[in-house]
């Protein structure tokens, strides 16, 4: 119908039921009516999201589908089924492939709740958002940070979307995505902040037949940069030192970006004013800590902090005596 094919009408129509389920309580299953009944799992599951890719897949054959097959085996998943039961069936409802249906009720337990949806035409317009996702889920100020959206294509007819990101009411990135009806893709937007705090994100889409779900809207929680203090006598800047590898592990672009703020001290300087804003402490390799150093450590640790010591480095036993 106007260039789209029943396939994709019907794709579209079981993947919207299948998104009213429940995650974590409802279950489900697909059951092709091909030449013969083909169940896409053994039972029931509720791994919705894999019923839902099994149906991204489906495709249509020339074969004459076995209804009453298909209706049978969905009776016999349904009777393993305690709780409620419902058979939904999508057909383009070609005669004859109802006719020994018809002739032979199909077995199915009691009590199942039987819908029939058949496809007249094309659905109406409609494509969702859903499901935001930010990584990392904590972003530091500067930090590179991926919101992640599902947009989904409810209607029957393919549609191109442009899809727009929008931090504190301003256009941060945009992207268009070309979607088969039924078909669901992720759209993702590299995203920075400026500033600690909370912020108002908004995604949308042009309006459609259903208005009502084409505008997502989050909340970013953005943290400052995270100081923590190195400890060691070698030269961060010298390759292969301890505090070399510590520095750059700890921060791999240098500052820009990372989500701790790296200080290096020598054994020698550590004092208790220094540690005060720490949110952690490591000991690149057992340097030489004065007495007013070690001290400064305890105290840091007895309010709280966070000591990294690595075991393996020589002297790095007597030097956790000592604290």
Aim: charged share 20%; aromatic share 4%.
């Amino acid at each position: 119908t106007d260039g789209v094919a029943a396939m994709s009408a019907l794709r579209a129509a079981a993947g919207r039921i299948l998104r009213e389920l429940v995650a974590g309580q409802d279950r489900a299953n697909l059951v092709l009516a091909g030449a013969r009944a083909e169940p896409q799992f053994p039972a029931l599951t509720a791994n919705l999201p894999a019923v839902l890719k099994a149906l991204e897949g489906v495709i249509p054959t020339p074969a004459r589908a076995d209804m009453e097959g298909a209706v049978t085996v969905a009776g016999q998943q349904l009777a393993a089924h305690g709780g409620p039961r419902h058979l939904v069936i999508l057909t383009d409802r070609q005669r004859t492939n109802w006719e020994a249906l018809e002739r032979q009720a199909a077995a199915l337990p009691p009590n199942v709740h039987i819908t029939c949806v058949p496809i007249a035409g094309l659905e109406p317009a409609n494509v969702s958002l859903s499901e935001p996702s930010l990584a990392p889920a904590l972003p530091a100020v500067g930090q590179s940070a991926s919101l992640a959206v599902r947009v989904t294509n409810h209607g029957g007819g393919a549609a191109t979307v442009p899809v727009t990101c929008r931090v504190e009411g301003e256009a941060a990135a945009d992207q268009a995505l070309a979607l088969a009806p039924g078909e669901s893709r992720e759209a993702a937007f590299s995203l920075r902040f400026d500033g600690a705090g909370f912020h108002r994100v908004t995604v949308e889409i042009p309006e459609d037949g259903l208005p009502a779900d084409n505008r997502l809207f989050f909340v970013a929680t953005v943290v400052e940069r995270a100081p923590v203090v190195v400890i060691g006598d070698d030269d961060p800047g010298l390759p292969g030192t301890s505090s070399y590898f510590l520095v750059r592990a700890l921060s791999p672009h240098g500052g820009k970006g990372d989500r701790l703020r790296v200080r290096h001290l020598r054994g020698p300087d550590v004092e208790a004013g220094q540690l005060a804003d720490a949110a952690g402490v490591f000991l690149a390799a057992p340097a030489a800590l004065a007495d007013e150093s070690i001290l400064a450590l305890a105290d840091y640790l007895r309010r709280g902090g966070g000591l990294w010591l690595f075991a393996g480095n020589p002297g790095m036993d007597e030097l956790a005596e000592r604290l």
